[in-house]
């Protein structure tokens, strides 16, 4: 379960993610997944982005026709409850319900602040080229300029690494 993301699509996040409703899951896994959500947000300009993994364990369920509706509880917060639903049940297991009141629902918590942008661009030790000859070189990295509002000036690692090259 994802929730906090603005800047990503779910349709994004899940596939990068590419979770599948019962899977077991272990706890590398669920580094694993938080680290390449994080990593996803900081290629966007995200660099503070935070990720919180949140546990909840089965509470209780109400059958529907073909539906089940099973809410969570959290393991640290018992006010903090979750319901999902199953639909179209017809021909399942007979056993599910057994099977779910086992199971952990994982909740991932996305923090985005602020997506960084460059405000200025300074050289140190430069005597010998003018800044804006030297602002005009970068290609791929550029400041962020009230004239310029479809240009948004972000952020990213790797654009500044490739320019570091040069």
């Excluded at 900081?42 to 026709?65: A, I």
């Excluded at 509880?73 to 319901?83: G, I, L, M």
Aim: aromatic share 10%; proline share 2%; hydrophobic share 35%.
């Amino acid at each position: 379960m994802l929730e906090g993301y603005d800047a990503m699509s779910k349709s994004e996040l899940e596939e990068m993610i590419s979770l599948v409703r019962g899977q077991i899951l272990k706890p590398q896994e669920i580094i694993r997944i938080k680290n390449k959500i994080i990593e996803a947000y900081t290629k966007d300009g995200y660099l503070d982005t935070k990720v919180d993994v949140v546990y909840y364990d089965f509470l209780s369920v109400d059958s529907m026709p073909n539906k089940l509706s099973v809410t969570w509880r959290n393991q640290k917060d018992f006010s903090d409850e979750v319901t999902t639903t199953y639909d179209d049940l017809a021909g399942a297991n007979r056993n599910l319900v057994e099977k779910i009141k086992v199971r952990k629902l994982v909740k991932f918590i996305i923090k985005e602040n602020q997506r960084l942008s460059v405000r200025t661009i300074h050289f140190l030790g430069n005597n010998f080229f003018s800044e804006d000859d030297l602002k005009d070189e970068l290609d791929e990295l550029s400041e962020k300029r009230w004239w310029k509002f479809w240009n948004t000036a972000r952020y990213e690692p790797e654009k500044v690494k490739k320019t570091r090259n040069c």
